[in-house]
């Protein structure tokens, strides 16, 4: 069992940037890769970046490509989200995930995901 925790959310202008975090802790020693999803009301769940834990091999949603930046630091089971160039579409509550899988298209799909943090709200206003 894991648990994840975000934080760094917040309000921010458009053009602004924040960096969210993501600290995994619990039996991490199958931890293969960590993922960033968003979420909206009445919308489904939608992949933003993940990172795998071995090699920091990034993968990124066509939203976000350019514009945010995944990483992570091993020695601290910290796994951060830098969000630059934000814009009000941006907005919502981000949460971090935990996979076990080895192979890439496990990554974009929420439900390949086993653990989750609690969210944390990011809002950017126009």
Same mark, same amino acid.
């Given at each position: 069992?894991?648990?994840? +925790? +975000? =934080? @760094?959310? %917040?309000?921010?202008?458009?053009? @602004?940037?924040?960096?969210? =975090?993501?600290?995994?802790?619990?039996?991490? =020693?199958?931890?293969?890769? #960590?993922?960033?999803?968003?979420? $909206?009301?009445?919308?489904?769940? +939608?992949? $933003?970046?993940?990172?795998?834990?071995?090699?920091?091999?990034?993968?990124? @949603?066509?939203? !976000?490509?350019?514009?945010?930046?995944?990483?992570?630091?091993?020695?601290?089971?910290?796994?951060?989200?830098? #969000?630059? =160039?934000?814009?009000?579409?941006?907005?919502?509550?981000?949460?971090?995930?935990?996979?076990?899988?080895?192979?890439?298209?496990?990554?974009?799909?929420?439900?390949?995901?086993?653990?989750? @943090?609690? %969210?944390?709200? !990011?809002?950017?206003?126009?």
């Amino acid at each position: 069992q894991v648990q994840l +925790e +975000e =934080s @760094g959310g %917040g309000l921010v202008q458009a053009g @602004g940037s924040l960096r969210l =975090s993501c600290i995994l802790s619990g039996r991490t =020693s199958r931890s293969i890769a #960590m993922g960033w999803f968003r979420q $909206v009301p009445g919308k489904e769940r +939608e992949f $933003v970046a993940a990172i795998t834990w071995s090699y920091g091999s990034t993968y990124y @949603g066509d939203s !976000v490509k350019g514009r945010f930046t995944i990483s992570r630091d091993n020695a601290k089971n910290t796994v951060y989200l830098q #969000m630059n =160039s934000l814009k009000p579409e941006d907005t919502a509550v981000y949460y971090c995930g935990h996979n076990t899988g080895d192979s890439d298209h496990w990554y974009y799909k929420p439900h390949y995901y086993d653990s989750w @943090g609690q %969210g944390t709200q !990011v809002t950017v206003s126009s």
